[in-house]
């Protein structure tokens, strides 16, 4: 893991917006709108009132969340700082780098997150446990 990353390595992304009057289309290609390649892409939705998803960080994984519809807020935490980042349009990504620990929440009725991820699904990549977490980021 990047026990030295931060959250000020995270950034929003501003994508591209193809405007139409028959509606819009935000594309996203590797390593062109977005600093790595896509391996696995998954989306959350039916999430139920006050739910909240995430409380994990990963060792290696950098996604790019979406709010492909409705709203929900990140907090993203470096184990010294952390920051709510509010997601509330189609075309706003928010890149999170590995070693950062992160929570979804608020998430509006209907609302759908989208992820961009740039490796399959492996449970070995995850930190699920806070204190574990924190005891990375605080390595010399
Ligand atoms: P998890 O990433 O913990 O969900 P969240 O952080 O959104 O609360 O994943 C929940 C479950 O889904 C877990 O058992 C693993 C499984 N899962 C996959 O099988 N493949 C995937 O790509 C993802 C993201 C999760």
Same mark, same amino acid.
């Given at each position: 893991?990047? %026990?030295?990353? %931060?959250?000020? #390595?995270? /950034?929003?992304?501003?994508?591209?917006?193809?405007?139409?009057?028959? &509606?819009?289309? %935000?594309?996203?290609?590797?390593?062109?709108?977005?600093?790595?390649?896509?391996?696995?892409?998954?989306?959350?939705?039916?999430?139920? @009132? &006050?739910?909240?998803?995430?409380?994990?960080?990963?060792?290696?994984?950098?996604?790019?969340?979406? $709010? $492909? !519809? @409705? !709203?929900?807020?990140?907090?993203?935490?470096? &184990?010294?700082?952390?920051?709510?980042?509010?997601?509330?349009?189609?075309?706003? @990504?928010?890149?999170?780098?590995?070693?950062?620990?992160?929570?979804?929440?608020?998430? /509006? !009725?209907?609302?759908?997150?989208?992820?961009?991820? /740039?490796?399959?699904?492996?449970?070995? #990549?995850?930190?699920?446990?806070?204190?574990?977490?924190?005891? %990375?980021?605080?390595?010399?």
């Amino acid at each position: 893991m990047n %026990t030295k990353s %931060t959250i000020y #390595d995270c /950034s929003i992304i501003y994508f591209r917006k193809i405007v139409n009057r028959a &509606g819009n289309i %935000t594309p996203i290609e590797n390593c062109r709108d977005i600093p790595f390649n896509v391996k696995r892409v998954y989306y959350l939705y039916d999430i139920p @009132g &006050g739910e909240s998803r995430g409380g994990h960080a990963h060792l290696n994984l950098q996604q790019l969340i979406i $709010a $492909a !519809s @409705g !709203s929900f807020d990140v907090l993203i935490d470096d &184990g010294h700082n952390k920051k709510l980042v509010m997601l509330n349009r189609p075309y706003l @990504g928010l890149l999170v780098v590995p070693g950062i620990w992160r929570e979804l929440v608020n998430f /509006s !009725s209907g609302a759908i997150c989208l992820v961009l991820a /740039s490796f399959k699904y492996e449970e070995s #990549d995850y930190i699920r446990d806070y204190l574990a977490f924190k005891k %990375t980021k605080s390595l010399p």
